[in-house]
């Protein structure tokens, strides 16, 4: 056979987190055991079939299918990843290994939706949000990320939903109250992103670190347990798509002012998102209790949900990048759009939908982000799950350095997370810088030869030149952003008009990027 590679069983991937030898370890759909000790970020090397002996939590006979809970072997779950080759004994199971999820549950990727912009409620709280699911679940992960003053400790709960009501109190189809199901979150393994569980009612968010300022800014980030609880039917629109309600308990809770998720002072982000409902109710714990009332619209958390689909595909697209992406104008600009998170991603993803296409959109974008803050972003979000096509830059305006020796090494990099998409089946997309991105001539060649070496090995690449920028390689200046005046505020970030041109430029090329 002239195909012949050599025999199977394995795959190297970039270690997300710490990873021992024998640990095991998944990989979007697919699980394996770890061949080598691999600190974050280096190559590891998985072993997909066999026989490997692996921590239980549950108990096993021969023949039974054995799921993954992210730290041990349990006997239902998400995560299928073998059989019992023999009866588990202290604890432990020889598990004959399948290498790729065959779940009968038929669960479609993990789907993300985020915000870009967080700040930090000063408050002890509950925080109240509803939102629709893209399609009906049957389970849900919540993932809190923002900024956070110190390591805050937290507590949730999430339900679905028959109907709207009031946007804060779930009801079934009977028009009752609606239970809320506890959050529980891991207890070991802090740093894999897939959280494993030990139930533990509470949750700690680290503190942030680094600055906008300094471009280093770094959010605290956690996840949660697996959650199984399944969407309602719809009584009140019965064609619109499923609701999920969430509560989160907690000091300084990561969250967004209404003022920056506006269009304007007065256009909340539910104007964009169909039946969207936040607020919060001060230093009572309803996570579990009914609320005497409806909560203060001022503050919605900062959160991402993954919501465990059934039958249904749903595009998850997610832009690793820095303002450009996100969406970010000066408070000068006029007009203000989008509350600083409606760049030319989100508007497309938006576009997608009114085509009839279901997509979500998960922003790994984040203002004054160096290229390397992004890129560990996308590593995590990719080991998490969920995300089908990544745009990705593969460097910021940002940067400090400007050396070739800095810019090679931004290409090596985006190089290995381009690896990474593979091996999760994810198709990645390089974002062409346009103009007002560049530090220097030096840098723009040598990024300009790198993805013009990706175009030729047959990646992807979303060049929006032809929509942004002069023959010479500036920016129109009708894509800048102005103050009241007219005066130029900045040549490197895009006014309204030009993120939806953008937006749509990338809409006539979402057939060939295969959404």
């Given at each position: 056979m002239r195909n012949y590679k050599g025999l199977g069983g394995s795959m190297v991937v970039i270690a997300a987190w710490d990873v021992l030898a024998g640990q095991g370890v998944s990989v979007g759909p697919a699980f394996g055991v770890a061949a080598n000790d691999a600190a974050r970020g280096s190559t590891l090397q998985l072993m997909t079939s066999g026989v490997y002996n692996l921590p239980a939590h549950s108990s096993f006979t021969a023949g039974d299918p054995v799921f993954w809970s992210g730290v041990a072997c349990v006997r239902s779950g998400v995560q299928l990843i073998g059989y019992a080759a023999a009866a588990s004994s202290a604890g432990w199971v020889d598990v004959n290994l399948t290498g790729l999820e065959s779940t009968p549950r038929r669960v479609v990727a993990p789907i993300v939706q985020d915000y870009a912009a967080t700040s930090n409620a000063s408050i002890t709280s509950t925080m109240s949000l509803c939102r629709q699911a893209p399609a009906h679940y049957d389970a849900v992960r919540v993932i809190l990320r923002g900024v956070v003053s110190g390591a805050n400790t937290f507590k949730a709960s999430v339900a679905p939903s028959a109907q709207f009501n009031n946007g804060w109190q779930p009801k079934d189809a009977a028009n009752a109250d609606q239970a809320f199901t506890a959050v529980t979150w891991g207890t070991t393994a802090k740093d894999n992103p897939r959280n494993p569980g030990g139930g533990a009612a509470t949750a700690t968010v680290t503190g942030t670190s680094g600055a906008n300022a300094t471009h280093d800014l770094i959010e605290g980030d956690v996840a949660s347990d697996i959650v199984y609880v399944r969407s309602l039917d719809r009584t009140d629109f019965p064609d619109k798509a499923p609701l999920i309600f969430l509560r989160l308990f907690g000091v300084n809770i990561p969250a967004v002012s209404v003022a920056e998720s506006a269009d304007n002072a007065v256009n909340p982000w539910s104007a964009k998102v169909p039946d969207f409902y936040s607020g919060y109710w001060?230093?009572?714990?309803?996570?579990?209790a009914t609320p005497p009332g409806a909560p203060t619209q001022t503050w919605l958390p900062s959160v991402q949900v993954q919501f465990f689909l059934r039958g249904k595909p749903v595009s998850c697209v997610a832009v690793a990048g820095d303002s450009i992406e996100q969406g970010w104008v000066a408070a000068t600009v006029v007009p203000q759009f989008g509350g600083n998170i409606n760049g030319w991603p989100r508007r497309l993803v938006e576009k997608l939908n009114a085509a009839g296409r279901p997509a979500v959109f998960c922003t790994l974008a984040h203002t004054g982000n160096k290229s390397s803050l992004f890129r560990q972003r996308a590593i995590t979000q990719l080991y998490r799950g969920g995300v089908t096509h990544l745009f990705i830059k593969p460097y910021s305006v940002n940067e400090a350095a400007d050396s070739d020796a800095q810019v090679h090494a931004d290409c090596a990099q985006t190089t290995a997370i381009i690896n990474l998409c593979?091996?999760?089946?994810?198709?990645?997309?390089?974002?062409?810088?346009?103009?007002?991105?560049?530090?220097?001539?030096s840098r723009r060649a040598i990024?300009?030869?790198?993805?013009?070496?990706?175009?030729?090995?047959?990646?992807?690449?979303?060049?929006?030149?032809?929509?942004?920028?002069?023959?010479?390689?500036?920016?129109?200046?009708?894509?800048?952003?102005?103050?009241?005046?007219?005066?130029?505020?900045?040549?490197?970030?895009?006014?309204?008009?030009?993120?939806?041109?953008?937006?749509?430029?990338?809409?006539?090329?979402?057939?060939?990027?295969?959404?």
């Open positions: 001060s230093t009572t714990d309803y996570t579990s593979v091996a999760f089946g994810v198709t990645p997309i390089i974002i062409q810088p346009w103009g007002g991105q560049d530090n220097g001539t990024a300009d030869a790198y993805i013009s070496a990706c175009r030729a090995s047959g990646i992807l690449v979303f060049d929006a030149r032809v929509v942004t920028d002069k023959p010479d390689g500036s920016l129109k200046d009708e894509a800048k952003t102005v103050n009241s005046g007219g005066a130029v505020v900045d040549s490197t970030h895009l006014n309204d008009t030009y993120q939806e041109l953008v937006a749509a430029y990338a809409f006539s090329l979402s057939g060939a990027f295969g959404l």
